[in-house]
């Protein structure tokens, strides 16, 4: 079993739908998680981190359930430049972080 | 502006010849680490270093080499022991070596490596 698994989708929304989507992670020892944004042939950006409570930054909110293992992100009133593929970012043990796959997200107009 | 600086950009190699990938940073992190982006993957750790002069393997380590002699510099030696390198190379900085704290890691642009 992969550490970290995502629906690859792509998600295709049209402008100022709302988009949610979700990851699944295998070791319930992670502490920290993370959102990464990655745009075509670029480097990964940080999004958001996710607390354990939930939270939010703009239209974006990032949920964590420890106990069915999972994060989520949702995305609200998605514009044109929210399209990009989305890592889910876990950390498994103390040295390293585990990365998904991406779940490819398109706004279209 | 701090940040992450990886050369060349691009990078065209020959079956059978080493290649060095550059990696700078002006972030004062102690922490840096070289990723592999494969179409349809995660990134893979390749190697990690917490601290200037040591280093440790990630999880896809054969073939491959790196130094830490300063804190700003982290290079990759892509080896031809590597049996399949052609992929998009990324290195990241992190101000604190343990991922638990929840500093999250800073990436360079990339170096994206085709062997012929």
């Known amino acids: 079993r992969k550490e970290v698994e995502q629906d690859p989708g792509p998600f295709n929304v049209p402008e100022g739908a709302t988009v949610a989507f979700n990851c699944t992670y295998s070791n319930s020892a992670s502490q920290s998680f993370f959102w990464y944004r990655q745009d075509c042939r670029k480097e990964p950006k940080l999004l958001m981190s996710?607390?354990?409570s939930g939270n939010e930054d703009g239209r974006f909110t990032a949920q964590l359930n420890r106990a069915s293992q999972y994060i989520s992100l949702l995305i609200r009133d998605s514009k044109l430049s929210d399209s990009a593929t989305y890592l889910c970012v876990v950390n498994p043990n103390d040295y390293k972080l585990s990365f998904g796959a991406g779940t490819t997200v398109t706004v279209r107009a | 502006d701090g940040g992450i600086t990886q050369s060349p950009k691009y990078l065209f190699r020959k079956e059978g010849q080493n290649v060095t990938l550059s990696c700078e940073q002006n972030l004062n992190h102690d922490a840096m680490y070289w990723y592999r982006q494969d179409p349809g993957q995660g990134l893979r750790l390749i190697y990690y270093s917490q601290i200037v002069n040591d280093f440790q393997k990630g999880d896809i380590a054969e073939g491959y080499s790196v130094s830490r002699e300063k804190k700003e510099s982290f290079p990759l030696t892509v080896t031809s022991a590597q049996k399949n390198p052609t992929a998009f190379y990324l290195c990241?900085?992190?101000?604190?070596?343990?991922?638990?704290?929840?500093?999250?890691?800073?990436f360079g642009p990339g170096t994206r490596l085709t062997v012929l």
């Open positions: 996710v607390y354990s």
């Open positions: 990241a900085s992190s101000i604190d070596p343990n991922p638990t704290s929840g500093r999250a890691m800073v």
